[in-house]
């Protein structure tokens, strides 16, 4: 068990041609690796078979936060190239007394970004995005980071501004020479989203397709909605051999009223709560009481589950196949067991599984 806390047992060799470089021709048609750690058995389905493994009564919670395109690229007024990577959607601010007397033609919104330039720009530094979009850094933060103030055409919704000039921002290890494409717009979003704000998608529910839900719903499965903000520090490395040293990020999370009384009651009814995504693990057991009642949630999640956690809402989890040594296989090994994991790994690995954000998928049918 106490090699369950070290980062280093939480490593695998995995083949660079294993690693998804782009989505399945359909959604559904992705390939799904059904595991239940306490039989010990895998089995190989398409990811259009989880009609089969869901039973009426049981709930789907999904994750319907949306990717926005993150990435921007402009130019500084000496004319240099820079680029700016938006790490949670830009707050709005609210017009000053100055600004509603002369009817200024622009609006503002405050964000942190990481700046990639040849040379920092300096605080109050215009830097221009496009005709509707420019801004300015207003302090230098460690790390490549900065807070900047966004200037933007108060006739246009700042969320179709930057839909106009930036990119998707597809993960490092998806290696695109002139970054995303058209089909990213579409493909690395979920057919559900609808609450712009994240910067990475919640990978798990790439797979489901509209016919499929359909199907579900048919056969007398709900569907519940939660949102995570998928933020940045996903993508953090973790840098403590004693995992349980590591500092999970913050992400933001909200679940209604309505979500909460609709999981509770299903739970009372003895249904099943399949959790799509470990997004929507860390969300659901964060607004949960110590009795498993899901509480109406609006704020800041920094749940940090790793082997020895107690599920007290999640019963069944799918997912996709996660980076070594990360908080989100720590996650997995929680639910189902570290070296049964691992052993899944080497054998999709094997058998020609496909990782990462548009890899190939695990159900887990029970949870520790």
Known sequence: MQQDFTLSAYDYELPKENIAQFPVDQRDNSRLMVINHRTGVRDHRRFSDICDLIPPGDLLVVN???????????HKGTGGKIEIFLLAFPAILADRPDQATTQSSTKQAEA?????????????EE?????????RVTELLDGGKAKILLDFNRERELSEILSDCGQVPLPPYIERSKGSTPQDLQRYQTIYANQPGAVAAPTAGLHFSEELLGKLSGQGIELAKITLHVGY???????HEAIRDHQIHEEYIHISDGTARQINRVRQEGGKVWAVGTTTVRALEFAADSEGQIQETDGWCDLYIIPGYRFKVVNRLITNFHLPQSSLLFLVSAFCGREFL???YREAIATG??????????????AQ
């Open 342 to 344: 691992l052993e899944s």
């Open 64 to 74: 319907d936060t949306r990717v926005f395109p993150a990435r921007l690229r402009g």
């Open 112 to 124: 942190e970004a990481l700046i990639k330039a040849s040379k920092r720009p300096k605080p109050g």
């Open 353 to 366: 599984y496909r990782f990462y954000s548009y890899g190939d998928a695990m159900a887990l049918i029970e």
């Open 233 to 239: 520090g996903t993508f953090a490395p973790v840098r």
């Open 127 to 135: 830097i221009r995005i496009s005709k509707d979009l420019s801004c």
